[in-house]
Structures are given as structure tokens and as C-alpha cells.
């Protein structure tokens, strides 16, 4: 069964500053896709960033980028002038091609400092 | 703007009552998903419904079932609650593709508390 881990259960960020919050994935797959999603504080949950496997340029979104490194399994979200806006869960979510299910990963809730 | 809605942010239930969560989604999706967000452990997968009237099995599916009688909504119901279904519980919807980068859209949330 495919797995999820985030090991940074709480980070902290300067405002403006750059932080990077890591994910680890263990599959067989070889084509699947990678999720970042946020959870603002009693808030909704929302897509962030998201990489499709069989893709090597990593995907970025305006602050949001993530460095995607097949081999090793890793997808790593990092967060570019970190804004207090940006303070929330992250969730880093795998689904294999062909499938409907997602695995999430336990979270890391990141604050962001004035 | 697509919309996935829960009918209650807050729930307080005693032990032993029969509790109804419900969740509607206005995007024609197929796919409803039922999870149990607890701190340290994310997202876990109750039930999963990919038609009216279908469901399978999740990761934790003992203490729950669920109901999808309309494509559009798909209840969660705790036939006896007790204390360790307290919880925070999300309901999402995805379309039926099975290749592509699709995401999952997720309402709001229930915390439910049984004392």
C-alpha cells in the first residue's frame, strides 16, 4: 500500500522569507501525481500545487513551487516570500494513475512569523 | 465557483445516539469521499461512493455507514457514536477520470464532539 510521511510536524517562517516543507512517498507505481493542499486555520481545505509523475519540470504556482525528485521519492513544497496568509496545515497527497483514491500525509502545520 | 457543503461546522452528540452527517456537491462529480481528521495521522478514509446507491470500503470503515440515494449527496452515519469518533470529518468530491492530474474539492468540515 502506498504511503505518505511529512517528518516536520510544526515549522516556522519569517515573514518574506523562504521555507520548504518535505514529503516522502513510497510506491511501486510508476505513474501516480503529487498534491500540496492548505488548510488555513477553520477554514476550507484548497489545492496548492500539483505534479504529474511522467513530468520532470517541476510544477510551480506564483510562491509555490516544489521540487519533485522521482528517483528518490520525494516532493518537497517550498514557499517563497512567505506571507501571513500562508500560516495553515499542509497536506502532502498521493494518487496513482488509474485510481480515485488519494493518501494523505499526516500534515505539518506551518506558522509564519511578523 | 464549485462548492462542496457539510450541514453543520459544530455537532454535539451524547453516547449511543445515531448521528447524521451530511455533505451535497454542486459539480456533477461522481466521485464523494468521507474522512476522519485527527492530529498526526491527516486524512483517513472512511467511505468512498463512485455512484448512487455504490460505496466501498475505506481505511477505517468499523463504527460507520453511509448513504448515497442522489448523485449529489452522500451522508455519513455513525449508528451508535461514542467517544472516539470525536473528530474532525471532511467530506470531498472528485469527478470519475481515472488518469489525470484532478483534484479533490473539499467542504468545510464537521468537528464533532461525543460526550
Known amino acids: 500500500a502506498q504511503t505518505v510521511t511529512q517528518s516536520q510536524p510544526e515549522m516556522s517562517v519569517q515573514e518574506a522569507e523562504t521555507v520548504t516543507l518535505s514529503c516522502t512517498y513510497d510506491?511501486?507505481?510508476?505513474?501516480?501525481?503529487l498534491f500540496w493542499y492548505k488548510q488555513p486555520p477553520s477554514r476550507q481545505m484548497i489545492l496548492v500545487i500539483r505534479?504529474?509523475?511522467?513530468?520532470?519540470q517541476n510544477a510551480t504556482e506564483n510562491r509555490f513551487s516544489v521540487n519533485f525528485q522521482k528517483a528518490a521519492k520525494s516532493f518537497s513544497l517550498k514557499i517563497s516570500d512567505s506571507q501571513l496568509g500562508d500560516a495553515a496545515m499542509y497536506f502532502c497527497?498521493?494518487?496513482?494513475?488509474?485510481?480515485?483514491?488519494?493518501?494523505f500525509g499526516p500534515g505539518t502545520r506551518l506558522s509564519v512569523l511578523p | 465557483d464549485v462548492k462542496v457543503t457539510q450541514s453543520s461546522r459544530y455537532l454535539v452528540k451524547r453516547t449511543g445516539e445515531k448521528v447524521f452527517l451530511e455533505c451535497v456537491q454542486d459539480?456533477?462529480?461522481?466521485?464523494m469521499f468521507w474522512y476522519r481528521q485527527d492530529p498526526g495521522l491527516g486524512l483517513r478514509l472512511i467511505y468512498f461512493?463512485?455512484?448512487?446507491?455504490?460505496?466501498e470500503k475505506g481505511d477505517i470503515p468499523e463504527g460507520y455507514s453511509v448513504s448515497r440515494e442522489k448523485k449529489e449527496r452522500f451522508s455519513l452515519i455513525l449508528e451508535s457514536a461514542s467517544t472516539n469518533q470525536t473528530s474532525m470529518y471532511l467530506c470531498?468530491?472528485?469527478?470519475?477520470?481515472?488518469?489525470?492530474?484532478?483534484?479533490?474539492?473539499f467542504g468545510p468540515g464537521t468537528r464533532l464532539t461525543v460526550t
Open positions: 470531498a468530491s472528485t469527478p470519475m477520470r481515472w488518469t489525470g492530474a484532478h483534484e479533490q474539492y
Open positions: 510506491t511501486s507505481e510508476s505513474d501516480y501525481y
Open positions: 505534479q504529474e509523475a511522467y513530468k520532470q
Open positions: 497527497a498521493y494518487r496513482r494513475d488509474y485510481g480515485q483514491n488519494f493518501v
Open positions: 459539480m456533477d462529480h461522481e466521485n
Open positions: 461512493s463512485y455512484d448512487v446507491k455504490m460505496k
